[in-house]
């Protein structure tokens, strides 16, 4: 029988007949193949600032074979010293853990699917920023659970709005378990929540009784001119009563090929979050945590932040200085003070998901704002990612993208709908 005679679906669990896949993923492989293509879509750090021959060094001192772990089957909640590493590092952000509190994952993505399996039953709610990252929104969604927005304001999160998303749902009958939320330079949109909000956010999920997860893979990437490192403090530092679950990585500060990243919980929810990692992958790579906890005893971490918070910074001004110059005040967005994104608002007729084939056909990609956004919304908006491209590149996509939006502005219609 040929493939095509059987009816998959049939097969298929609940959650996957559901699942879709990643707009920005989609896009991404997209970009890769077409020759020539700039691509604002993924979110991805720059080649050029890996530091290839300190890695090449330590793999090859590695795999001498004179330390039979670095190619073995190891514990599931990491590598000791790497562990340790990560309590190091938390404790430069003010958070003090202990050793049963950390759990090295696969990226901090396997984190949140891991918090999403372990908090989370169908129908359950989960609060969300609108926008969010969408790996998040994926990810919580194959549980099952009810994803509930709530907006947002220059300074992050409204609470006022979250106050009242949580009386609603309350009311409804709903069980609530927790906000998820990236307090630094925001997937999508770069913003940064206010110290002030960081506060009352430990008050409120301390009064409302519930959890925070905090996701926090871009606050060591802040930039210079506009944020310093008491801007980002987490909000796990002043956690006083164990609300909150923070996950970091390494991923956009030494390179996501390694797949390492680190969480923090409560350990109640740690051990859960182990056993239920334990049937995911057993462990994250051990060469992979080898060579990243090599890199930090090294120093190549530390040492290597303040380059790449000014070179991150300075493709972020050209992408700027190019926009603001072809497009004046046609587009406008908040300025990042650190990390991969910028958010850019169109005037409201504007449609970023009509705009996107004539984007591709200049050879232009970006991702669309709705894919952030679980309530429809934000057809207007694109999430311009300045961290891949050269600065000569970002100067030539913008200029092809105004092309694209002048057009659009100007009324353009495809020749199906003429
Ligand atoms: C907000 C956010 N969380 C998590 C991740 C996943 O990172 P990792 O490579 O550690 O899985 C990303 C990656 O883009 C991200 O932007």
Not at 183 to 188: A, G, I
Request: hydrophobic share 40%.
């Amino acid at each position: 029988m040929s493939h095509a005679m059987i009816d998959y679906d049939r097969f298929l669990s609940k959650a996957a007949l559901k699942s879709q896949g990643s707009a920005i993923r989609k896009m991404g492989v997209m970009a890769v193949r077409v020759p020539d293509m700039i691509s604002f879509a993924p979110g991805y750090p720059d080649p050029a600032v890996y530091a290839w021959e300190e890695f090449r060094e330590i793999a090859s001192e590695l795999l001498t074979g004179r330390d039979g772990t670095v190619l073995q089957y190891g514990p599931t909640r990491g590598h000791k010293p790497l562990i340790e590493a990560c309590l190091e590092i938390l404790a430069s952000r003010d958070i003090r853990a202990t050793i049963e509190q950390v759990l090295i994952t696969t990226g901090s993505q396997q984190g949140i699917d891991l918090i999403g399996r372990v908090l989370l039953d169908p129908g359950d709610v989960v609060l969300l920023e609108l926008p969010a990252y969408t790996g998040a929104i994926a990810a919580f969604k194959n549980t099952g659970a009810a994803l509930v927005g709530v907006r947002q304001e220059a300074d992050g999160i409204d609470i006022e709005d979250l106050e009242r998303a949580v009386a609603r749902e309350r009311a409804a009958g709903r069980t609530i378990r927790c906000l998820y939320l990236v307090p630094n330079f925001q997937n999508p949109t770069g913003l940064l929540l206010s110290l002030e909000k960081r506060k009352r956010l430990l008050d409120w999920a301390s009064r409302a009784n519930l959890l925070i997860v905090e996701d926090d893979p871009y606050g060591a990437l802040y930039f210079e001119d506009s944020a310093t490192s008491v801007d980002t403090r987490p909000l796990k530092a002043d956690d006083g009563e164990g609300r909150v679950i923070y996950l970091s990585s390494f991923s956009k500060t030494l390179a996501p090929g390694f797949r390492v990243a680190w969480m923090v919980a409560p350990e109640p929810i740690a051990s859960k979050l182990d056993l239920f990692k334990q049937t995911q992958d057993l462990m994250t790579p051990a060469l992979d945590q080898h060579v990243i906890y090599e890199a930090y005893r090294r120093g190549i971490l530390t040492s290597r932040l303040p380059m790449l918070r000014k070179f991150y910074q300075e493709k972020r001004t050209v992408m700027q200085d190019e926009l603001r110059a072809q497009l004046g005040d046609l587009i406008t967005w908040p300025e990042p003070k650190g990390g991969f994104f910028l958010w850019a608002t169109l005037p409201a007729h504007c449609s970023t998901n009509d705009m996107l084939p004539r984007a591709i056909e200049q050879r232009v990609i970006y991702v669309t704002g709705s894919a952030f956004f679980i309530d429809g919304t934000g057809a207007n908006i694109l999430r311009l990612s300045f961290s891949l491209p050269t600065k000569e590149k970002i100067v030539e996509g913008v200029q092809r993208l105004t092309r694209v939006v002048k057009e659009e502005l100007a009324g353009h219609k495809t020749p199906l709908e003429i």
